[in-house]
């Protein structure tokens, strides 16, 4: 997979998380540890996709 590929694969995952905690934080109860983890992951994504970037 070239790494323009890659990047793209790496935000399509980054949208799909965001459009995860977003759907978190409508439910009344929402679980924050879910939200936490989730945020995590979109910001380890965010990480990867910078550093793909700036090689």
């Known amino acids: 997979m070239s790494m323009q590929g890659r990047i793209e694969e790496l935000t399509k995952r980054h ?3 965001d459009e995860k905690i977003h759907e978190e934080q409508k439910r009344p109860a929402s679980n924050d540890i879910i939200l936490q983890d989730l945020k995590r992951q979109k ?3 965010k990480e990867e996709i910078g550093i793909l970037r700036a090689s």
């Open 15 to 17: 949208a799909q998380i």
């Open 43 to 45: 910001l380890r994504l």
